[in-house]
């Protein structure tokens, strides 16, 4: 009964260095998508993906990569991080258009 | 685009008070309609949706909301609130693709 697994929970990073945010569901479903919450902005949509193969970008794609080769996995890339990508960032998944998504424990990250 | 609007930043309740979150959408068809619940630390926990049907949606924790499609309104009550309660709730609307959109977010704050 994982759900949404995203690792790892916590993160420091220095101004220019690149990481991987993982995420990972065992629910089968079609539909995942990373938001960033910011105090005050509730979450935004980065990207998104609706299968394996197929992403698009969201609300503010800048600074961040994705890619899905499997249903399972959908990986978050920080090319260069900045402070302005200081966040909690969460994974979500989705089986279908009427159904809610299911979110991870999310991943806290501060860039110094 | 669809886009939500949650006009109150913060509330304050007491103990035992009833609550009601004000939530309201713009989007030209009928959306998908979802209230989710963060405590501190924490990630998003799904309180109750709408897709169609009764416009009176229960949902978990003894929350309830009720949309009304002529005020664009999907407002979110409780009738006693619990100290357990004290949380932020997001409001979020889906149209026909996958994307949500989520409003800033309602921090509720429950006094003894």
């Known amino acids: 009964n994982a759900g949404v697994t995203q690792t790892p929970k916590f993160q420091v990073l220095k101004t220019g260095q690149s990481m991987t945010l993982q995420c990972a569901q065992d629910m089968n479903h079609e539909y995942m998508s990373w938001y960033r919450q910011d105090p005050g902005m509730g979450l935004r949509l980065i990207h998104y993906?609706?299968?394996?193969?197929?992403?698009d970008q969201g609300e503010v794609p800048n600074g961040y990569n994705v890619s899905r080769s499997t249903t399972e996995d959908f990986p978050l890339r920080l090319l260069s991080a900045a402070p302005s990508q200081t966040s909690v960032y969460f994974c979500?998944?989705?089986?279908?258009?009427?159904?809610?998504?299911?979110f991870g424990d999310g991943t806290r990250l501060s860039i110094l | 685009a669809q886009s939500v609007t949650q006009p109150d930043i913060h509330i304050t309740v007491s103990e035992g008070a009833s609550l009601e979150l004000r939530c309201n959408y713009s989007y030209g068809a009928t959306p998908y309609l979802f209230w989710y619940v963060q405590s501190p630390g924490q990630g998003l926990q799904l309180l109750l949706k709408y897709f169609s049907g009764d416009t009176l949606v229960q949902g978990i924790k003894g929350f309830e909301a009720e949309f009304k499609r002529s005020q664009s309104s999907f407002n979110l009550r409780k009738p006693s609130v619990h100290w357990s309660d004290a949380a932020e709730y997001f409001c979020?609307?889906?149209?026909?693709?996958?994307?949500?959109?989520f409003g800033a977010g309602t921090t509720v704050t429950v006094r003894a």
């Open positions: 993906s609706v299968g394996a193969g197929i992403t």
């Open positions: 979020a609307v889906g149209a026909g693709d996958y994307k949500l959109s």
């Open positions: 979500a998944s989705r089986g279908s258009r009427n159904q809610p998504q299911h």
